[in-house]
């Protein structure tokens, strides 16, 4: 890597407030916010809206979408089949 053209990689925590998460982890992304972590030590923290607490995918909450009543839906709404070819 070149010298002086990197931004400072260094650690950052990462808090999730909708899900009362969070997480050190070491980062480039820079924040005027900072926390007093476990260690006693203090942090940048930036917080983000969505993380591996509340994403439905890893919660299991996710939605399962109801694809055969779309199709459906669809075909009520502009015809079964094929038309024109």
Same mark, same amino acid.
């Given at each position: 890597m070149k010298p002086g053209i990197?931004?400072?990689? =260094?650690? /950052?925590?990462f808090r999730d407030r909708s899900a009362d998460f969070a997480f050190l982890t070491r980062s480039t992304?820079?924040? !005027?916010?900072? /926390? +007093?972590?476990? !260690?006693?030590?203090?942090y940048p923290v930036i917080d983000v809206e969505i993380s591996s607490a509340s994403h439905p995918f890893y919660t299991g909450n996710q =939605?399962?979408? !109801?694809?055969?009543?779309? /199709? +459906?839906?669809? +075909?009520r709404r502009y015809g079964g089949g094929r038309r024109g070819r």
């Amino acid at each position: 890597m070149k010298p002086g053209i990197h931004p400072a990689y =260094r650690p /950052v925590v990462f808090r999730d407030r909708s899900a009362d998460f969070a997480f050190l982890t070491r980062s480039t992304a820079t924040s !005027d916010k900072t /926390v +007093e972590w476990q !260690d006693g030590n203090t942090y940048p923290v930036i917080d983000v809206e969505i993380s591996s607490a509340s994403h439905p995918f890893y919660t299991g909450n996710q =939605r399962v979408m !109801d694809t055969a009543g779309r /199709v +459906e839906r669809f +075909e009520r709404r502009y015809g079964g089949g094929r038309r024109g070819r």
